[in-house]
């Protein structure tokens, strides 16, 4: 498989490597019309490769250029991962039980991910916005041959403080989300009107044990109300899956941050739909709002 198969392969790696990045700050989304072809002409890549190099002379770019395509038929999306020769570094390495000293350019990496059925534009690029905003205008010039209008998709916030007092039944019967049980693994807590100071509880993953909220009630003491002291800046939060076998614990966690970022597209399709559904369900996102799902880097079924 892997013999024969190494364009699937390198197809998965450029994927899973672009979505580790989805969380960082070289990470922008934006909608711009949809139902666009990009260009697989080799001699139109390579024009659209040069003008983003040119974006990077200033920091001692050079000239060279690779680019790869790959398209995703799960979603039909297309990839474009461009890299770029980068300024001259110098490396200290050993080799062989030898030092030495090596002069090499590492590639600065920009990468486009267009879904042409909502016309969604996923980037990572260096440089700042109007960097984000010039490669996407020679991405028009160059791969789809049309002037683009691109519009900035903003994360939407989630609304942690709706965990703090605990994660009460909801409504909706869990058994019906194939759920067990849900709990917060751990809390991040910062006292309202101070930036500068946080705190953070940890759980045990032991169903059966408090959870992160109950040890943080007991455990921060403050004048007033705990409500009205501190707000939950992010969240870990366990979900423990109904299942037939009681010999073995059966569960899944994903971050959650109130700017916006999440770990939740690092799990399967199965467990991203629950874990939506359960956000939904403790009133973390709003019933008419899509959840906006960028990754870090989570574990799956620690």
């Not at 799960?74 to 001259?88: A, F, H, K, M, R």
């Not at 989300?177 to 509880?201: E, N, W």
């Not at 009681?246 to 994903?254: C, E, Q, T």
Request: charged residues 25%; negative net charge.
């Amino acid at each position: 498989m892997m013999t024969n198969r190494e364009k699937t392969f390198r197809d998965a790696e450029l994927h899973i490597a672009f979505q580790a990045k989805t969380n960082g700050k070289y990470w922008k989304k934006h909608r711009i019309q949809a139902g666009l072809d990009p260009t697989r002409d080799r001699t139109q890549l390579e024009a659209f490769c040069h003008d983003v190099a040119k974006l990077y002379k200033k920091d001692g770019a050079g000239d060279g250029i690779h680019i790869e395509v790959s398209e995703r038929p799960v979603d039909e999306s297309i990839q474009l991962t461009i890299y770029v020769e980068g300024p001259v570094t110098a490396l200290a390495h050993f080799a062989q039980n030898n030092f030495t000293r090596l002069t090499t350019r590492i590639a600065l990496e920009t990468a486009i991910v267009y879904h042409p059925g909502s016309g969604i534009v996923e980037t990572i690029v260096k440089g700042g916005a109007k960097n984000h905003t010039a490669v996407l205008q020679l991405f028009g010039k160059h791969v789809v041959a049309q002037e683009l209008t691109p519009e900035v998709i903003e994360k939407k916030r989630y609304q942690l403080n709706a965990l703090r007092d605990g994660l009460m039944e909801p409504f909706e019967d869990w058994s019906t989300l194939g759920i067990d049980k849900v709990r917060l693994r751990r809390a991040r807590f910062c006292p309202s009107g101070s930036t500068g100071i946080a705190f953070q509880v940890e759980a045990s993953p032991d169903k059966d044990q408090d959870d992160a909220i109950r040890i943080a009630l007991n455990a921060l003491k403050v004048d007033r109300s705990f409500e009205a002291e501190y707000n939950m800046e992010g969240a870990s939060v366990i979900v423990y899956t109904d299942t037939r076998d009681k010999g073995k614990n059966h569960y899944f966690s994903f971050d959650l941050f109130s700017s916006g970022s999440s770990t939740i597209k690092n799990l399967s399709a199965q467990n991203q739909a629950i874990a939506n559904a359960v956000l939904l369900a403790l009133n973390v996102v709003e019933p008419d709002e899509p959840t906006e799902i960028a990754s870090t880097g989570d574990e799956e079924g620690e």
